[in-house]
Structure formats: C-alpha cells, structure tokens
C-alpha cells in the first residue's frame, strides 16, 4: 500500500467514526477538512472504499432511512449506497490513531493526523507534535548548512527562494512550540482539559476551526446521486 493511500483510509476511518456518509459527502468533507485531499477524485476513493469493505472496516447500506430508500425509484435514480464503520473498523481506526512512529512526522501524514486531534489522546498528541518538530529543525539544519555552501553560486531569485522556504519551516516551528507548549499547560484547542479525547464538532468538518495544512478547497462539486 501507498503512503497516500494509507493516509486516505485513516482520513475516512476517521470520518465514518463521526457518522456514516454516502460518496459524495465524504469526498466533500475531505475536500473541505482535510487540505491534502482537494485534488482527489472518487476513482481514489472507491477503490479505497471497496478495500476498507472487504477487509471488513466498513459495511454499505442503502439510503440513510426507509423514506430515502422508496424515495429513489420513485424519482427514477439508484438510491445512494452509505458507508458506515463497524466495530472492527472502529478499532483499527484507534490503533492507527495511537500509532507515533516517524511516519506521523511526515507531510502530508502529519496533516491527516493533526486533522484528527479531537479525536486523539493527549499524550499522542504530544508525541506527534514534537516528532514533527524534530523533524522540521533537522531539515531547518541540513537547509541551513546547503544555503551557506552554495550562497556564492545562486542568482538572487534562486536564493531568495532558498529563505523563503526556510522563513515557512521557522513559521511552522514556531506554531509546533505554541502548540506543545498548549498541550503541557493542559489547554486543549477545543475540548476538555483531560487526557481523554477532546470534543469535536461534527457540524464544522473533520477538524473544525484546526488550520488546513493543504491550504483552501476547492468549490464544492456538484452532487453525485449514485455512487
């Protein structure tokens, strides 16, 4: 399995653990969420959606109730298949969730599981943001030691270029710091002060008010009425 496609079934693992969703509204509340996945299309998603089926994660039902499911034929479309997580999926999504090893750290993992933070315990979360910074001053480090070596060989657009991506790791240390620092005062961003879980809004997306590492999403699509 691909990193991508690793980082795309923990995305919708963590999704479906909020409420069930047809095709359509998942890919929307990626798109929205989680700014990593704006540019995916539902021939990624469906093939990752028939391999969280049959590994027994997910299961599909018709319609969200009995009035969708009679509703359908009577307006002459397929009814929309729902995806909904099982017991199982459940506990895989929260042994993924536990999981702080390097692969956390990088970029665009560590931007699917700062999305999920509400649903993480403070302890991962801790470990997760300062693996991330570790990671980011040793590249500010290995940046720093090549532009000195080759400061003298670089027109000023190379080098201006050269600070510029080291100006927007220093800003995402930066941040890492408040976080952690949030997180040792036993400030969550939102949610209780515990160790449990923080609370999360369901009406407001996967990360609610939490930055979108991906940058803005798209306009949303128009509805698809079959999946």
Same mark, same amino acid.
């Given at each position: ?18 409420? %069930?969703?047809?095709? $359509? ?13 704006? @540019? ?10 028939? !391999?969280?089926? +049959? ?9 969200? #109730?009995?009035?969708? *499911?009679? *509703? +359908?034929?009577? &307006?002459?479309?397929? *009814?929309?298949?729902? $995806?909904?997580? #099982? ?17 956390? $750290?990088?970029?665009?993992?560590? @931007? *699917?599981?700062? @999305?999920?933070?509400?649903? !993480? ?17 040793? /590249?500010?480090?290995?940046?720093? &030691?090549?532009?000195?070596?080759? /400061? ?39 949610? %209780? @002060?515990?160790?449990? %879980?923080?609370?999360?809004?369901? #009406?407001?997306? +996967? ?11 798209? %306009? ?5 009425? &079959?999946?």
């Amino acid at each position: 399995m691909s990193r991508r496609s690793g980082i795309l079934e923990f995305a919708v693992l963590g999704l479906l653990r909020e409420s %069930p969703m047809h095709g $359509y509204e998942l890919r929307k509340r990626l798109n929205t969420s989680l700014g990593v996945f704006r @540019a995916f299309s539902y021939g990624t998603l469906y093939p990752c959606l028939k !391999t969280l089926v +049959a590994n027994g994660w997910l299961i599909e039902e018709t319609g969200n #109730t009995t009035e969708d *499911a009679l *509703a +359908a034929p009577l &307006a002459g479309r397929r *009814a929309k298949i729902v $995806y909904r997580l #099982t017991a199982e999926g459940k506990e895989h999504f929260e042994q993924l969730l536990s999981q702080t090893g390097p692969d956390a $750290y990088e970029d665009e993992t560590f @931007a *699917a599981r700062f @999305a999920f933070f509400g649903q !993480t315990s403070r302890d991962v979360r801790m470990r997760v943001l300062e693996g991330r910074r570790s990671r980011l001053e040793e /590249r500010l480090e290995k940046m720093s &030691a090549s532009l000195a070596r080759t /400061r003298e060989r670089l027109d000023d657009y190379t080098l201006e270029l050269q600070r510029h991506g080291m100006e927007s790791v220093e800003r995402e240390v930066r941040w890492l710091n408040e976080l952690i620092e949030s997180e040792r005062a036993g400030r969550d961003l939102k949610g %209780p @002060a515990s160790g449990e %879980p923080a609370s999360r809004d369901t #009406t407001s997306g +996967a990360s609610g008010d939490l930055p979108r590492p991906g940058g803005d999403p798209r %306009p949303d699509s128009p509805d698809d009425t &079959a999946t």
